[in-house]
């Protein structure tokens, strides 16, 4: 694997690393771009890294390439006119990489853990991607339940199609009952009969072209109606007003952030430091040193304790200074989520309106067309009845079926309505077809919904048993004294001689490496990496356990990356056999 980094944050050089399976570790002094070769790195894993994050703030052009298997990967970005360009193809894209591809001091689970908050719900949420998982399966429930709703109307209409065909029959059956008999009791001029059944007939058709225009009317007036009430609501969730305030609390929260930001990076390195003086003078303190470290001075052993009491308390007022700065923080991007969503809603709520709007004028000139179509045929039924009616004395005739006629007019126009109906709800075959898609779809929705089911349950247990078997495993090859399981409540329980323990009192070795368990954890269940990098510099493990750790991963990933601070430049091959994976 070759990895080539041009103007990539504090890399200003072509820099080229080639990288082979197994252990490599690249060293190179304080400020030479470790951090900036881990970061462009994990770019190529996931777009939530912005170009802006990693193009140099002098530069105006660079990036970050990366060969492997044959095939080439890479993130090339140029600043033109102020604005950041970018070209790229991703190994993969997946935002869990920020927290399971590099493990540093910046790993968000690795803050947190430090700081003793034992909760790791949104931990195991993200990288299970369980959320997405529920929503999924609710949206697969939803549409399981709206299938089955429209299977049950279809029955419905089903039987009320069949009624309708019966009715239609019983209609046809009794007119021509009626025909016959009308035919047999005749007694008048034939064709002065025919002429004025023609006439009547001719106005009937119109009455009835009419009468569904009106109805068609009504219809798209009602849906207009509904329209301007929907466009109206959607109105008044939408208003400049509301963006605007929107956009006010967004820049306010920015602004807030990127102050609490820098207050927390100040106290994570006084965390840091104070961390390790501590464990040094604890170490000095066992050892019952009359040395100190750093100046090599004569130092009377007792006064040991002293100092372990003054550092413990300074680190315990910068903890809980770090919390409050953390929980702030988290409120504020909290909000800004929050406030984003609601910008992105009222986004869509405005592309509605606008379809709304142009399917409102739509109609109109629907109905404008049907007004203009309605008038034609009232002009044509009154000129027919005043023609009719002038010529009423030469076709009016003498006929005892005059009551038969009369019933079959009636059966006429009730069968209309009945097909009109039967037009509206559809004939049976096709209703019953409908319903076989709709039930095949329902049985494949239905096997969706239980797989998902099945799914949801197993990655909601796998985290916690993963945990408890990767954890109590490396807990004891590194020979902690400790056990370690995740609650029902998502919560780290970490225990000695069945003895709870809170997870600040624990030393930052046994934090760091619990907030490690945890990513390897996720890395064995939910997420392959190809590559995984540490940044040595933090860490606290004595060598034996560093290496053992580091065994341990690479019998996950193909490459592990470890970066160390050291005067020299160097990339070195570590040749070690993986510890077996629990």
């Not at 770019?43 to 298997?69: C, H, M, Q, R, W």
């Not at 009222?346 to 409102?360: G, T």
């Not at 009154?382 to 009423?392: I, K, V, W």
């Not at 070795?509 to 945890?518: C, G, K, N, P, V």
């Amino acid at each position: 694997m070759k990895v080539r980094v041009y103007n990539i944050g504090g890399i200003v050089s072509p820099l080229e690393v080639e990288l082979t399976k197994g252990v490599n570790i690249y060293k190179a002094p304080n400020a030479y771009g470790k951090t900036s070769l881990a970061k462009a790195l994990v770019s190529l894993l996931t777009s939530a890294i912005k170009p802006d994050d990693l193009l140099n703030v002098f530069a105006n052009s660079g990036y970050v390439e990366l060969d492997l298997d044959g095939r080439t990967y890479y993130r090339r970005i140029k600043r033109v006119k102020n604005k950041i360009m970018e070209s790229s193809k991703l190994l993969l894209d997946d935002d869990r990489a920020l927290l399971l591809s590099y493990f540093s001091p910046e790993n968000k689970l690795l803050n947190q853990i430090m700081s003793g908050e034992e909760n790791v719900e949104w931990f195991i949420s993200a990288t299970s991607k369980i959320n997405e998982l529920k929503s999924k399966k609710e949206e697969m429930e939803t549409k399981l339940h709206n299938l089955q709703a429209e299977i049950d109307d279809l029955n419905r209409k089903h039987k009320e199609a069949i009624e309708l065909q019966t009715k239609i029959k019983q209609i046809e059956d009794e007119i021509a009952r009626l025909e016959k008999e009308k035919e047999s009791d005749k007694v008048l001029n034939k064709t002065t009969q025919t002429i004025s059944i023609t006439n009547e007939n001719k106005l009937r058709d119109i009455k009835e072209k009419i009468e569904v225009k009106k109805r068609e009317l009504e219809d798209l007036q009602n849906r207009i109606a509904r329209l301007d009430q929907e466009i109206k609501n959607k109105e008044s969730l939408a208003s400049p007003e509301i963006r605007q305030s929107y956009e006010r609390q967004l820049q306010e929260i920015n602004a807030q952030l990127q102050k609490i930001t820098a207050q927390r990076n100040e106290a994570e390195i006084e965390i840091r430091l104070l961390e390790k003086v501590l464990d040094q003078i604890r170490e000095s303190e066992k050892q019952h040193l009359t040395t100190c470290y750093v100046c090599g001075s004569h130092v009377d052993p007792s006064i040991w304790k002293v100092r372990i009491d003054v550092i413990s308390k300074e680190l315990q007022e910068k903890n809980s200074l770090y919390a409050g700065i953390k929980k702030e923080a988290d409120e504020l991007l909290s909000k800004k989520s929050e406030i984003e969503k609601k910008l992105k809603e009222l986004d869509q709520i405005s592309s509605e309106i606008s379809k709304l709007k142009m399917s409102r004028s739509e109609l109109e000139n629907r109905i404008e067309s049907v007004k203009s179509t309605i008038d034609d045929l009232e002009r044509q039924r009154r000129e027919m009845e005043e023609r009719f009616n002038r010529n009423a004395e030469i076709y009016r005739v003498y006929d005892i079926n005059d009551s038969i006629n009369k019933r079959i007019e009636e059966l006429k126009k009730k069968k209309d309505e009945y097909e009109y109906e039967l037009a509206i709800n559809g004939i049976p075959s096709t209703i019953l077809n409908k319903i076989s898609e709709k039930q095949k779809e329902l049985q494949e929705v239905q096997k969706m919904v239980d797989d998902l089911e099945k799914e949801y349950m197993r990655r909601l247990t796998i985290a916690r048993e993963e945990f408890v078997k990767i954890a109590n495993y490396l807990l004891k090859e590194l020979e902690f004294d400790l056990r370690a399981e995740i609650d029902e409540n998502d919560r780290l329980v970490v225990k000695r001689n069945d003895a709870t323990l809170e997870l600040r009192k624990l030393s930052s070795s046994e934090r760091t490496t619990l907030a490690l368990i945890l990513v390897l954890t996720a890395l064995k269940s939910y997420f392959k990496t190809p590559f995984f990098i540490v940044d040595e510099s933090f860490m606290t493990f004595d060598q034996r356990r560093f290496d053992k750790i580091v065994k341990y991963l690479n019998s996950i990933t193909d490459y592990v990356i470890i970066t160390k601070s050291d005067e020299n430049i160097e990339l070195l091959k570590e040749t070690m056999e993986p510890l077996a994976s629990s």
